[in-house]
């Protein structure tokens, strides 16, 4: 009984949030991004990627080992994303890390797209 | 047992007083319960059929979001289960962050049921209480891991990341702070009279009931019998870091409420034990693609029970079958049988007193069909069994 | 009954000054409850929240009204407003501002048990109305639990009627002029608070319309304006049966008088009597706050066994030293 006036004159608990600011642990697993210069397309995140959001996308041809093949580029459609981190684990090239957004509610489904590294080819 | 519509009582499945959705069919005689009777299947999601369909590594993922609560258990039976296969030997450090972790994680179930108890008894006041303190293992959990509940962190090799470099001050202040609140819910529910005469002498079991029935976990050690899967057949660093199975006598839930409570103490020590001796190293080893044909079986002390995982490989990236066996699947006819004899107002604390997570449990559905010896059934099919399974019924009543 | 007498029983200090004032209990009571437990409670209707109450009223008499297959419709759709009556008519008979009430009866005390019994007649009727399951469940045990509570309840209410000799609730107020009569007879209090708890609903009595096993006891099947109504009444009901205790025990609105001016007075009459009933109401929200819901047999045995031999103790020694 004495803790329920103890506690009734301490502030509440609850975080001000959406009037205040998010807290976050810096560890948190937000919303996917990549740098598409350090992207080779070599596709070892869409075969990992446990919610199939990636997809390679075939941008020209290039040349290795004296043979011509495909380039690709992933496309990922983050609103099946489930920010595992799984991709970002397995990219030896570090192009794939996870941000502290995580407001990502929309009414567009094709907003959450992220083509950029279709852009960048070398 | 023959029953009318006059006396039973349906529970469920949507109910305030359960988490998941469950049909229990109540049959009262004015408000005493004379039998219960269960139906699942509320909330499979074919999980099993599901994992015959992704990569070794995929399955990782799909297998921790069984459940919210007990995440981590599933994701290290899994994983171990494939080490065993892989004929691995995972760092020593490795072993001992999914120790923590898997402590973290009981700490943090064990103070959600106890915080239940209170909402299910109309005590509001112990409910948020309790949960206020869940919310510092939840940020701890979060700034080792990422992420509060789907911890995502155990890997076929080891464990994703190693732990945060200033770890150890938060760890150490977060688990006395438990500790100390422990000891005050303790003296709360002796001693706050209310609370003991809703759960004292309820839902009463013993060793004869248990030995029939074989119900696992806390259910099992309130009766006296101290059984735990960490201490008979260690796993992660259990064998270095040895819990201390604790049991309480009654059998009824004011004993498993001591019993969980005494439980969370014993993991806030293991924690900060573990934390104490872990060596250093390497925390993953780079694991194959493709897994060598081969059966594994892996049982781990969630924090509900005994969780059992059988993988059959192939010899290929993709498993054959996984099998799962929950601890409330093994409960819950023990949980059936505690109602018996008691009324209506116990139900709910009698039935969530085994702490149940059909989330978990349902993925257990087995389908029978006697035309055909099928092991799947179609989607179609199913949709076709269900419009007339309730055609049927319909023109019965 | 002239114009003047009739706005006094609607506005003020009847009907809407009543209604308001269960608005206002309603907050209170999740606010401090709120707080106790380390939440905010309503924060965003109002200046901290004061008009939740408000806001759920009429947020309720807009949604769609089901109604139950089976159910009995004209008990079902006039049954509320019938409910909502029996304690807004009770409040007339309470002094609030000034010493004497609106309507003054020699015999009052008794139409205020009466109608505490109708209004639980009305909620066992609206249940039974609503041919739900569990609202025959919650039926059983609200009948089970007012049979327990109404003889303690009615014990203690007539124990100071005895100390005042008189049945009216104005003339029981005039008596404690000069001595409030929870100083002779504080285990009526007790016993008067315990049972207003069980005629409330509130914990650790809320086993009619137990959250987590009847879903909402014989509230169940009440959709919008019904609900709104109904709602509304358990609140009307907690600040007339906190006003009753305020008149029996604490002396209604009587206090020092600081002047003669007659306007003043009544203010001062007003005020007093408001404190007073904060006070009897934050003492009911910390009851509830801290306390487990119990069985009904163990609640029936609670007020047969203990609450009832009590308050005939207090009675006896009352009518003993007078």
């Known amino acids: 009984m004495g803790e329920m006036f103890r506690t009734a004159f301490q502030r509440p608990v609850t975080k001000d949030y959406p009037f205040g600011a998010p807290q976050v642990a810096e560890r948190f697993r937000g919303k996917l991004d990549i740098d598409p210069v350090k992207c080779t397309g070599c596709g070892v995140c869409e075969a990992v990627c446990p919610a199939t959001v990636i997809t390679m996308i075939p941008v020209g041809k290039r040349k290795v080992a004296g043979r011509e093949i495909e380039n690709k580029r992933p496309v990922f459609d983050l609103y099946t994303c489930i920010s595992c981190g799984q991709c970002v684990d397995d990219c030896r090239f570090g192009a ?20 950029k590294a279709l852009k960048v080819v070398v | 047992m023959q029953y009318s519509p006059e006396n039973m009582v349906p529970f469920g499945p949507v109910h305030p007083a359960l988490k998941e959705p469950e049909y229990f069919k109540l049959i009262l005689e004015g408000e005493k319960i004379v039998e219960v009777i269960p139906r699942i299947g509320y909330v499979h999601r074919g999980i099993e059929r599901a994992a015959q369909d992704r990569t070794w590594i995929k399955n990782v993922y799909l ?66 209480w309790i949960w206020k303190d869940r919310e510092h293992v939840l940020d701890l959990v979060e700034t080792i891991t990422g992420n509060r509940i789907h911890k995502s962190y155990s890997t076929i090799s080891g464990v994703r990341r190693d732990l945060p470099d200033n770890i150890g001050e938060p760890l150490r202040k977060e688990m006395k702070y438990i500790e100390e609140r422990s000891e005050y819910y303790k003296s709360l529910v002796s001693s706050e009279e209310t609370l003991v005469i809703r759960t004292r002498g309820i839902g009463r079991i013993n060793q004869d009931i248990v030995r029939k029935l074989c119900p696992v976990g806390p259910l099992l050690r309130c009766t006296g019998i101290a059984r735990d899967v960490r201490v008979e057949d260690p796993y992660a660093a259990y064998d270095e870091i040895i819990p201390d199975v604790k049991t309480s ?20 020590r293991l924690v900060l034990e573990a934390f104490e001796k872990i060596p250093s190293g390497p925390v993953k080893l780079t694991a194959p693609r493709s897994v060598p044909k081969g059966e594994a079986i892996f049982h781990v002390e969630a924090p509900r029970g005994e969780l059992f995982y059988f993988v059959r490989s192939p010899g290929g990236t993709i498993p054959d079958r996984v099998k799962i066996r929950t601890p409330t699947m093994a409960n819950l006819l023990t949980a059936t049988e505690m109602l018996k004899g008691h009324t209506l107002a116990d139900v709910p604390v009698v039935l969530t007193g085994m702490d149940p997570c059909f989330g978990c449990m349902d993925r257990v559905s087995i389908v029978e069909l006697d035309k055909s010896k099928q092991w799947a059934i179609r989607g179609e099919e199913l949709r076709q069994f269900g419009i007339d399974w309730y055609k049927q019924r319909r023109s019965k009543t | 009954m002239n114009a003047l007498q009739i706005a006094e029983i609607l506005l003020f200090p009847g009907l809407t000054f009543f209604v308001w004032l269960a608005f206002v209990f309603d907050w209170l009571d999740r606010k401090t409850s709120a707080r106790m437990q380390g939440r905010v409670g309503p924060l965003l209707a109002g200046p901290h929240g004061i008009l939740q109450p408000v806001a759920d009223f009429f947020k309720l008499t807009s949604k769609e009204e089901i109604i139950p297959e089976y159910a009995d419709k004209f008990v079902f759709l006039w049954g509320p407003p019938l409910f909502f009556a029996a304690p807004a008519v009770g409040t007339i008979f309470l002094p609030v501002a000034g010493l004497n009430a609106l309507v003054f009866d020699p015999y009052d005390l008794l139409f205020i048990l009466f109608l505490l019994a109708f209004s639980t007649l009305m909620a066992a009727m609206l249940g039974y109305a609503s041919a739900g399951r569990y609202s025959t ?13 109404e003889v303690p309840l009615i014990i203690s209410i007539i124990t100071p009627a005895v100390l005042a000799g008189s049945l009216s609730v104005e003339g029981i107020v005039v008596a404690q002029s000069h001595y409030w009569y929870i100083l002779f007879a504080p285990i009526s209090f007790a016993v008067f608070i315990i049972a207003t708890l069980a005629e409330l609903e509130k914990p650790p009595f809320d086993i009619p319309s137990a959250k987590t096993e009847i879903v909402a006891g014989w509230m169940t099947e009440f959709s919008a304006r019904s609900l709104a109504y109904v709602k509304l009444t358990k609140n009307l009901s907690y600040v007339f049966l906190s006003a009753l205790a305020v008149s029996l025990f604490l002396g209604g609105p009587s206090g020092p008088v600081l002047t003669q ?14 404190v007073k009933l904060f006070a009897v109401g934050f003492g009911i929200f910390a009851i509830r706050t801290s306390l487990a819901r119990i069985r009904i047999e163990q609640a029936a045995s609670l007020f047969w066994t203990i609450l009832t031999p009590l308050s005939l103790l207090q009675l006896g020694i009352v009518i003993f030293l007078r």
């Open chain 3, 137 to 149: 469940i919650a039926i059983g045990r609200l009948v089970v639990q007012y049979t327990s509570f």
């Open chain 1, 96 to 115: 794939l890390w996870l941000t502290h957004e995580f407001e990502l509610a929309t009414t567009d489904k094709n907003s959450l797209v992220m083509n």
């Open chain 2, 63 to 128: 297998f921790e979001r069984i459940c919210g609560i007990c995440s981590f258990a599933h994701s290290i039976a899994y994983t171990q289960a494939i080490e065993n296969l892989l004929q691995f030997e995972i760092p020593r450090r490795a072993r001992y962050i999914r120790l923590i972790i898997a402590e973290l994680e009981r700490i943090h179930s064990h103070l959600l049921w106890l915080g239940l108890v209170g909402y299910w008894t109309g005590f509001d006041t112990l409910f948020m």
């Open chain 3, 261 to 274: 001016a007659s306007t003043l007075q009544n203010l001062l009459y007003l005020i007093y009597f408001l």
């Open chain 2, 249 to 268: 006598n009654d059998g009824d839930i004011a004993s498993l409420l001591l019993l969980r409570i005494e439980e969370v103490k014993e993991s806030c």
